[in-house]
């Protein structure tokens, strides 16, 4: 047994002594049930945790990770997730959080292939392609990274604002609002992007389902 799979067990087992001592019915409360009034769309990067970044505690949050936190209409996954959410849950708040120095969004700016990863790269690029008269204008290649994972993110609300699933809750007057965040791994901040959504009205009348 690695050192590190050690740890990992052992710190397992320190973290339920130190919740016990802190909360001694903590895991029985957990056990009832859950009713988190957020889900979190975020990168896969292991430098982002959902929880801890704003502060949460176990069942607060509701939570999705792919690579450059994608909303991509035919995936079931993200699917699934989000309807489980909204409809059986009844979250009030879906953020999609992305951050500065994105793997998935840097790898979207360059030709080298990754693997099978490249197919799913396709979606950031068909973003950029959307932008690219406005990103390729910026000629400082940070500026333009960061400009590009800020983008990303608004296209994903955006994206999310779309999907029936969404659209059926806010024709049934649910309570929903879509926000889109940018995260500082340098600074640890969260910055509303202020691309914040609670209707269809907000989208082009294309996007707009009758029901």
């Not at 019915?25 to 979190?40: E, M, S, V, Y």
């Not at 939570?63 to 979250?91: F, G, P």
């Not at 994972?149 to 659209?167: C, G, R």
Request: charged share 20%; proline share 2%; hydrophobic share 40%.
């Amino acid at each position: 047994m690695s050192d590190f799979y050690k740890k990992i067990l052992d710190n397992n087992k320190q973290w339920v002594v130190n919740a016990l001592e802190k909360d001694p019915n903590f895991f029985a409360d957990l056990a009832k049930g859950q009713t988190p009034p957020l889900l979190w769309i975020g990168c896969s990067d292991s430098r982002v945790p959902a929880n801890e970044i704003i502060g949460a505690k176990p069942g607060e949050v509701f939570v999705h990770r792919n690579i450059a936190n994608m909303v991509v209409h035919s995936d079931m996954n993200m699917l699934s997730v989000l309807d489980y959410a909204v409809n059986v849950l009844k979250v009030k708040h879906v953020i999609v959080c992305g951050h500065y120095g994105c793997g998935g969004i840097k790898a979207a700016m360059g030709n080298q292939s990754i693997g099978i990863i490249d197919n799913w790269i396709r979606h950031i690029k068909d973003v950029y392609r959307l932008h690219n008269t406005y990103l390729d204008s910026i000629e400082d290649e940070t500026e333009r990274f960061n400009a590009f994972v800020e983008i990303n993110i608004k296209e994903q609300v955006f994206d999310l604002s779309k999907t029936s699933i969404v659209q059926a809750a806010w024709k049934s007057g649910q309570d929903l609002s879509i926000h889109g965040w940018v995260y500082g791994l340098n600074s640890g901040f969260v910055t509303d992007l202020e691309v914040n959504i609670s209707s269809n009205s907000d989208l082009d009348e294309v996007f707009q389902l009758q029901f």
